[in-house]
């Protein structure tokens, strides 16, 4: 007997201007039934998904829900009406607490006030789902890292038991352990047969989880079916009209000389805490690494463990408590971000919306930012010789856009990243530290990426990664260390390590 249909869309079309973002597209789904969304960057997956959650109004077509027309006047109203959504680009309120973004908008009252500890409770309760009870609820939103800000909006997402769930990107963020407790969620929810909508552009967790799928292409449907029939060289095919062979390309390099020395330091947010010594003592957590020219050195590790901040820490945004950041050929004491940069070391932030990226401008303002005077001229910048020199990394990057002076805000979030990581391989820097260079993008914009990162090593570049995907890290490094609750805890060959034993150390079990 074929199921009910919870979610029925038909025919959606949405235009921006002159770009058709959605042509015609179809979708039903049952249920407790888990449906993959997937395409590469622009093909319409997070357009469509805000129209259904009330975000956007679509300008034809028709949506059902319990056979019912549905139609959102807002995501507010959409919640109310049992559907929610967990944004890729992440939607807190930073200057209110963690309790006060998962329960914004429905927060339990008597007597016309808010009921505080009905209120906590359920937040507290949203929280423990995820395997998070321990999160601080009165903390400010903006003081989590971007990951612990996912757990948040996954937590507010789940609060009013939706009968459609709609996750962008969900485990973007979030490492190998988080995930897993994820899908954990993911099971008791279809259990209870809440509809999940799952868009995510790791296409193994899609085959993992997902009962069925849709691929998109240019705001059109040019797939579907059961995802236990589909294999992922086919659904990268449908994806971007190409094969993609090797997603880890190697191009030969040899790591040189030490250019990159981080010594015995103390990360800030750590000062103050201490881990065992093994010896029935404790210690202050410290961070030792060296870095080779032409190397690729990985940083793995669970959600807080430190991974960003030794980043932020060697390029000058955060101060260390003890130790030192040496730069061969330059001025360690020199540590401000003004001073790394003109040193040859170029940072890409986790968080390109607040610190990567001037969304109200042009990507050709975006690329081209620490290079404005070389298209000056009296005073003004000459914009036909800027943008024929953005237009360089759009097209080596596939960026989809209209040209280069489209406003970065237009694009969507695979793109915009592509924009920041683009601006970044512009400077003539030595050293590219990296923090999740491919959080949101596509299959086939990762092996692009991975080609270029390759290519930097082999130019004689060194890189250091942050990722919280584990394959990454393994198919690109040459080096790979772990950190674990501020501590760099062991850095092995790549060859050395497997998934497992970076799990090991990242939860301190070695």
Same mark, same amino acid.
């Given at each position: 007997?074929?199921?009910?249909?919870?979610?029925?869309?038909?025919?959606?079309?949405?235009?921006?201007?002159?770009?058709?973002?959605?042509?015609?597209?179809?979708?039903?789904?049952?249920?407790?039934?888990?449906?993959?969304?997937?395409?590469?960057?622009?093909?319409?997956?997070?357009?469509?998904?805000?129209?259904?959650?009330?975000?956007?109004?679509?300008?034809?077509?028709?949506?059902?829900?319990?056979?019912?027309?549905?139609?959102?006047?807002?995501?507010?109203?959409?919640?109310?009406?049992?559907?929610?959504?967990?944004?890729?680009?992440l939607n807190l309120a930073l200057h209110l607490t963690?309790?006060?973004?998962?329960?914004?908008?429905?927060?339990?009252?008597?007597?016309?006030?808010?009921?505080?500890?009905?209120?906590?409770?359920?937040?507290?309760?949203?929280?423990?789902?995820?395997?998070?009870?321990?999160?601080?609820?009165?903390?400010?939103?903006?003081?989590?890292?971007?990951?612990?800000?996912?757990?948040?909006?996954?937590?507010?997402?789940?609060?009013?038991?939706?009968?459609?769930?709609?996750?962008?990107?969900?485990?973007?963020?979030?490492?190998?352990?988080?995930?897993?407790?994820?899908?954990?969620?993911?099971?008791?929810?279809?259990?209870?047969?809440?509809?999940?909508?799952?868009?995510?552009?790791?296409?193994?967790?899609?085959? /993992?989880?997902?009962?069925?799928?849709?691929? #998109?292409?240019? %705001? +059109?449907?040019?797939?579907? =079916? !059961?995802?236990?029939? &589909?294999?992922?060289?086919?659904?990268?095919?449908?994806?971007?009209?190409?094969?993609?062979?090797?997603?880890?390309?190697?191009?030969?390099?040899?790591?040189?000389?030490?250019?990159?020395?981080?010594?015995?330091?103390?990360?800030?947010?750590?000062?103050?805490?201490?881990?065992?010594?093994?010896?029935?003592?404790?210690?202050q957590p410290t961070c030792s690494l060296e870095v080779?020219?032409?190397?690729?050195?990985?940083?793995?590790?669970?959600?807080?463990?430190?991974?960003?901040?030794?980043? /932020?820490?060697?390029?000058?945004?955060?101060? #260390?408590?003890? %130790? +030192?950041?040496?730069?061969? =050929? !330059?001025?360690?004491? &020199?540590?401000?971000?003004?001073?790394?940069?003109?040193?040859?070391?170029?940072?890409?932030?986790?968080?390109?919306?607040?610190?990567?990226?001037?969304?109200?401008?042009?990507?050709?303002?975006?690329?081209?930012?620490?290079?404005?005077?070389?298209?000056?001229?009296?005073?003004?910048?000459?914009?036909?010789?800027?943008?024929?020199?953005?237009?360089?990394?759009?097209?080596?990057?596939?960026?989809?856009?209209?040209?280069?002076?489209?406003?970065?805000?237009?694009?969507?979030?695979?793109?915009?990243?592509?924009?920041?990581?683009?601006? #970044?391989?512009?400077?003539?820097?030595?050293?590219?530290?990296?923090?999740?260079?491919?959080?949101?993008?596509?299959?086939?914009s990762k092996a692009q990426i991975y080609q270029l990162?390759?290519?930097?090593?082999?130019?004689?570049?060194?890189?250091?990664?942050?990722?919280?995907?584990?394959?990454?890290?393994?198919?690109?490094?040459?080096?790979?260390?772990?950190?674990?609750?501020?501590?760099?805890?062991?850095?092995?060959?790549?060859?050395?390590?497997?998934?497992?034993?970076?799990?090991?150390?990242?939860?301190?079990?070695?």
């Amino acid at each position: 007997m074929t199921p009910a249909i919870r979610l029925r869309l038909t025919g959606l079309q949405k235009s921006f201007g002159a770009t058709r973002a959605l042509r015609s597209v179809s979708l039903a789904i049952a249920p407790g039934e888990v449906h993959a969304l997937i395409g590469e960057n622009g093909a319409g997956k997070s357009t469509l998904m805000k129209i259904l959650s009330g975000a956007h109004a679509a300008d034809a077509g028709t949506m059902e829900l319990s056979g019912q027309s549905y139609q959102p006047e807002n995501p507010h109203d959409a919640r109310l009406k049992g559907v929610a959504m967990i944004y890729q680009e992440l939607n807190l309120a930073l200057h209110l607490t963690a309790q006060e973004n998962i329960l914004l908008g429905a927060e339990s009252t008597r007597w016309g006030c808010v009921d505080q500890a009905t209120s906590r409770a359920r937040a507290q309760t949203a929280l423990e789902q995820l395997g998070h009870g321990g999160l601080a609820l009165d903390q400010k939103a903006g003081d989590f890292s971007i990951a612990e800000q996912q757990i948040i909006e996954i937590a507010r997402a789940l609060l009013l038991q939706p009968q459609v769930l709609i996750m962008d990107e969900p485990t973007s963020s979030l490492t190998q352990a988080d995930t897993e407790k994820l899908f954990a969620t993911i099971s008791r929810l279809r259990a209870q047969g809440v509809s999940i909508i799952y868009i995510s552009h790791f296409l193994e967790e899609c085959s /993992r989880i997902a009962d069925r799928y849709t691929v #998109l292409k240019d %705001g +059109e449907t040019v797939g579907s =079916g !059961a995802m236990k029939d &589909a294999t992922l060289d086919h659904l990268v095919t449908l994806m971007t009209g190409r094969e993609v062979k090797d997603l880890y390309p190697r191009t030969p390099h040899q790591p040189g000389a030490v250019v990159l020395a981080v010594k015995t330091a103390v990360l800030a947010r750590f000062a103050g805490r201490n881990v065992s010594s093994g010896h029935g003592s404790s210690v202050q957590p410290t961070c030792s690494l060296e870095v080779r020219a032409g190397e690729i050195f990985g940083l793995a590790g669970l959600i807080g463990a430190g991974r960003t901040d030794l980043l /932020r820490a060697i390029f000058g945004l955060d101060t #260390l408590t003890r %130790g +030192e950041v040496c730069l061969i =050929g !330059a001025d360690a004491q &020199a540590a401000t971000p003004r001073h790394r940069w003109q040193q040859g070391v170029g940072f890409l932030s986790e968080n390109r919306k607040e610190e990567g990226l001037m969304l109200n401008q042009s990507i050709a303002d975006n690329l081209t930012l620490t290079k404005m005077n070389t298209f000056g001229r009296g005073g003004w910048v000459q914009q036909n010789r800027q943008q024929r020199a953005a237009q360089h990394w759009v097209d080596a990057l596939r960026v989809k856009c209209r040209d280069s002076a489209q406003t970065i805000s237009e694009l969507s979030g695979g793109n915009q990243q592509k924009v920041a990581l683009a601006r #970044l391989l512009e400077h003539p820097a030595q050293i590219f530290l990296l923090d999740e260079p491919t959080r949101g993008i596509d299959v086939g914009s990762k092996a692009q990426i991975y080609q270029l990162v390759s290519e930097l090593a082999a130019a004689g570049k060194a890189v250091v990664i942050v990722s919280s995907y584990l394959p990454e890290l393994l198919g690109l490094c040459d080096t790979i260390g772990v950190m674990c609750r501020g501590e760099l805890t062991a850095i092995r060959p790549r060859a050395d390590w497997s998934e497992t034993d970076i799990m090991r150390a990242a939860t301190g079990s070695t």
